[in-house]
């Protein structure tokens, strides 16, 4: 692993550079909301922010979709978009890192999911966490604020500098050729580092009670515990939406006269609609069986299925439900719970 | 505001009631100044419930969030009364959905709180963030924050919700029981309106353009609002398919203005789907431009009246907007 320093000054240089070989998506500040978008400029982006609201799922499992374009005159045709875009993807946090981890087992399947071509073609520049929020909790579920697992370049704000460390393959090809920006990490920036990682360790209030979580929700399914949270559940999608784990999908055509697309779009697991059938029949009636759903999909099926919970502790879904209904208190009480 | 111990008596003797099934109320949140939406089926759970500047939620939206499901055989329907906590915006709301038919009178237990203003959670946490729990009450004009062993005091008006510095009716117009002292209501003047309404149509667009842009389509706005209860929602009917489910500016600019219009003479101005919007969309802005129109031109406010605007005519009605 190198590790090396580069000036913050310097930072935008490195930015302006990448811009020639990649498409780069950084965070950026729309209003007070920090959200990934395509950047032109390195003056665009920010790295003061404490995390996006939006996750970093949505540039390669993008809200919309294009999957392919139709059109008739005398015949019909269609247009698969050619997806061969080299993406640096900048300023992703360990949490939505390792959210892409969870994703890789949803999407990379025998068939080809626009996903994966993404996957592939995205270098990861991960930013380690100062300052986590209020309601983060990634080391309860196998993260933490300076993990650099899931990143293929991670960078650290040390003060006047960033500490970085070009981990993968792919990361040091991004870093080829622009020796001329860093110097070579010394003991004192390492322990100002590990300082800060202690610092932001210390920062994290809130635990989430993990410990036989698969085996504590095994015996509680018909418990009356869920229609209790569902009933302050207001049904929107907030809190899917916010996740870097959900997955949810629509397929449907948009089109108009002789053209149209089939597009993909995120779905909702708390909707109604989701589950409905064609007959009407529905199997998840009720908010309580979609509540339900949701905590057994990322606490018990996930890790059935994949050894690993698709949850990654990011505290989304904590800090935008408009109710306050608190996936580290839903799972945590499950302790108490009648079954 | 009101006395916690009187509130809970009473409510106490609501929920006991025999053709009552629950009371609606607010309870402490899980973290920071969140309050969370109680519901309270026993007089013991009503020994959580709080009322404080935090309770932001207009819980006007829970009757129709209550799911029936296809009732089994000798199975009757359970018809017994909600109880709901209402401050002035919320008593309003239920008072809209009366008259709209939406709810029978006789479906809810009203109890009025007179209200001084609710927090915006975004104000506060910008002042005292990073807290795992924190306090408040009102005192002398002044919101006192007790928090981790601090205690800050900030002039109300730095923290209010922007709607509630200019409510004209704080006080419950609806209700069975009111507990506490009538308070003084505000003027709206629509200043924020206004300042909208002299700009260019280039410059309005410029404006909305970026808000809307980054609307992510979750419907927390539609799913918070107690006026937003049509059985099927116009987004979520496939064929026709009125909005598309693409989430593009064109698609979430279509949303935006429709449920506002659809909320023309309906909104009752509580500024909950503002709250919901995890994406900081000032959707209120919308909905009090309708507001600030339909009590110019029918001198009309929205839960306050006899009947919806939509369904009476007067002969003096302005009709300029008639070609």
């Known amino acids: 692993m190198e590790e090396m320093i580069i000036r913050k000054e310097k930072f935008h240089d490195l930015v302006e550079r990448a811009l020639k070989e990649y498409t780069v998506v950084a965070p950026v500040d729309n209003e007070g909301v920090v959200l990934f978008r395509r950047i032109a400029t390195p003056s665009e982006l920010t790295l003061e922010f404490s995390n996006t609201k939006i996750p970093a799922k949505s540039i390669l499992f993008q809200q919309t979709e294009t999957l392919f374009t139709f059109s008739q005159r005398e015949s019909v045709t269609i247009d698969v978009p050619e997806d061969s875009e080299k993406v640096l993807l900048l300023g992703i946090r360990p949490c939505d890192a390792q959210s892409l981890a969870v994703l890789d087992h949803v999407f990379a399947g025998e068939l080809e999911d626009p996903y994966v071509k993404k996957r592939e073609n995205t270098v990861l520049i991960g930013l380690s966490c100062l300052a986590p929020e209020i309601n983060c909790f990634c080391t309860s579920v196998g993260g933490s604020p300076f993990s650099a697992e899931y990143t293929d370049i991670q960078l650290t704000d040390i003060g006047e500098n960033y500490y970085i460390e070009a981990k993968t393959d792919k990361g040091k090809k991004v870093l080829d050729g622009m020796s001329d920006l860093f110097r070579p990490a010394t003991e004192e920036d390492t322990e100002k580092k590990k300082e800060l990682e202690k610092k932001a360790l210390d920062a994290m209030k809130r635990r989430m009670d993990t410990d036989d979580i698969v085996d504590r929700l095994e015996n509680m399914f018909e418990s009356s515990y869920w229609r209790k949270i569902a009933l302050k559940c207001l049904g929107c999608a907030a809190c899917t939406y916010a996740c870097p784990t959900c997955h949810c999908f629509d397929m449907l055509d948009e089109s108009a006269v002789a053209r149209g697309a089939r597009v993909r779009v995120w779905d909702s697991c708390m909707y109604p609609e989701y589950t409905r059938q064609a007959s009407g029949y529905n199997p998840r009636p009720e908010r309580m069986n979609r509540i339900r759903n949701r905590v057994y999909h990322k606490f018990n099926y996930y890790p059935k299925n994949w050894d690993i919970i698709a949850c990654v502790g990011c505290g989304r879904c904590i800090s935008v439900c408009p109710v306050n209904i608190d996936i580290i208190d839903v799972i945590n009480r499950t302790c108490e719970a009648e079954p | ?323």
């Open chain 2, 1 to 323: 505001m009101a006395n916690i111990d009187e509130l809970r008596r009473i409510v106490k003797e609501i929920v006991d009631r025999e053709d009552v099934k629950y009371v609606i109320g607010y309870e402490k949140g899980t973290y920071g100044f969140r309050v969370s939406p109680s519901f309270a089926f026993t007089p013991e759970d009503v020994e959580k419930f709080i009322f404080s500047p935090l309770c932001v939620h207009n819980l006007a939206v829970y009757p129709h969030l209550e799911e029936k499901l296809p009732l089994k055989r000798n199975e009757k329907e359970d018809t017994r009364k909600i109880g709901i906590i209402v401050k002035g915006c919320d008593s309003r709301a239920v008072a809209q959905i009366i008259q709209e038919k939406g709810l029978d009178r006789e479906d809810v237990v009203l109890i009025g709180v007179p209200c001084t203003g609710v927090i915006d959670l975004k104000k506060i946490n910008a002042r005292c963030p990073h807290l795992m729990y924190g306090e408040v009450r009102e005192e002398n004009g002044n919101f006192i924050i007790t928090a981790e062993g601090d205690t800050h005091r900030i002039p109300k008006e730095e923290l209010l919700c922007d709607v509630c510095t200019q409510c004209e009716n704080p006080n419950p117009i609806l209700y069975d029981v009111l507990i506490g002292e009538e308070v003084e209501s505000k003027k709206e003047d629509y200043q924020k309106v206004k300042t909208l309404e002299k700009k260019s149509l280039e410059e309005k667009w410029k404006y909305w353009e970026k808000k809307f842009d980054r609307c992510i389509r979750c419907y927390a706005c539609r799913n918070g609002c107690p006026l937003c209860y049509c059985e099927e929602c116009m987004v979520d009917n496939l064929s026709p398919q009125w909005v598309r489910r693409s989430v593009t500016i064109s698609e979430n600019t279509a949303w935006n203005i429709m449920r506002a219009y659809h909320l023309a003479g309906r909104c009752v101005g509580c500024g909950q789907c503002e709250r919901a919007c995890p994406m900081d969309i000032p959707l209120m802005e919308l909905n009090k431009k309708l507001e600030k129109d339909v009590k110019e031109l029918f001198d009309y406010q929205a839960g306050t009246e006899e009947e919806p605007v939509l369904a009476v005519f007067s002969p003096d009605d302005p009709e300029e907007f008639v070609l």
